[in-house]
């Protein structure tokens, strides 16, 4: 069954360090997303890819990176992470429309 | 800039009874229209979707939501809940063809017996 498989499902990280969250995918679409979803403001657009070794900026890309290493895999990388980046992050994978998204079971985050 | 609200960050109905969480848009054309629910630990899954025609859509699980360009809503009704229908919804808003959602904050539903 094609699938969005994201992990580590929850993490404590430290204020500073360094954070990847992983995202794999067997749907065979081009595009991948990462979103952040906090309390009160429903799903916010991070990096996006739509081709491998090449990722596009969303709404909210400040203090985020992104890695599109292949087409079923993409990473969101916190270099310093901070406080304020404590949220659940969502991975989801399209073939470039949203009539067929499908979305992984998110990354719980806390940055203490 | 295309904006999504659900006005009611929570919900409480009892089992049984009817159901209508609401949305409202913003946006200069016709956008697409969603609705999704997240389950407990789980990814957001599909419930409904509309892009144009028939203003009323009908969903899984016998959910179905009516688009009102005059009223700029996209409301989600269903007749009866359950108790397993407790979870988070979302009403999303698409671009004609576009590959991202602009998403609102979410009502949580809790049915009670």
């Known amino acids: 069954e094609a699938a969005v498989t994201q992990s580590p499902r929850s993490k404590v990280a430290v204020t500073g360090g360094k954070v990847t969250l992983s995202c794999h995918q067997t749907?065979?679409?081009?595009?991948m997303y990462w979103y952040r979803q906090d309390t009160g403001h429903g799903l916010r657009l991070i990096h996006y890819s739509y081709v491998a070794d090449s990722t596009e900026k969303g709404d909210i890309p400040d203090g985020y990176k992104a890695s599109r290493p292949s087409q079923e895999n993409f990473s969101l990388i916190l270099e310093l992470a901070s406080l304020s980046q404590t949220a659940v992050y969502f991975c989801a994978s399209s073939g470039g429309t949203v009539s067929d998204y499908t979305f992984g079971s998110g990354t719980r985050l806390l940055v203490i | 800039a295309q904006s999504v609200t659900q006005p009611d960050a929570r919900v409480t109905v009892s089992e049984g009874a009817s159901l209508q969480l609401r949305c409202k848009y913003s946006y200069s054309a016709t956008p697409y229209l969603f609705w999704y629910v997240q389950y407990p630990r789980q990814g957001l899954q599909l419930l409904l979707k509309?892009?144009?025609?028939?203003?009323v859509v009908q969903g899984v699980n016998g959910f179905e939501a009516e688009f009102s360009k005059s009223n700029s809503s996209f409301h989600l009704r269903k007749a009866s809940v359950h108790w397993s229908d407790s979870a988070v919804y979302f009403c999303?808003?698409?671009?004609?063809?576009?590959?991202?959602?602009?998403f609102g904050a979410g009502t949580r539903l809790k049915v009670i017996a």
């Open positions: 509309y892009y144009s025609g028939d203003p």
């Open positions: 749907n065979n679409h081009d595009y």
């Open positions: 999303a808003v698409s671009n004609t063809g576009n590959y991202k959602y602009v």
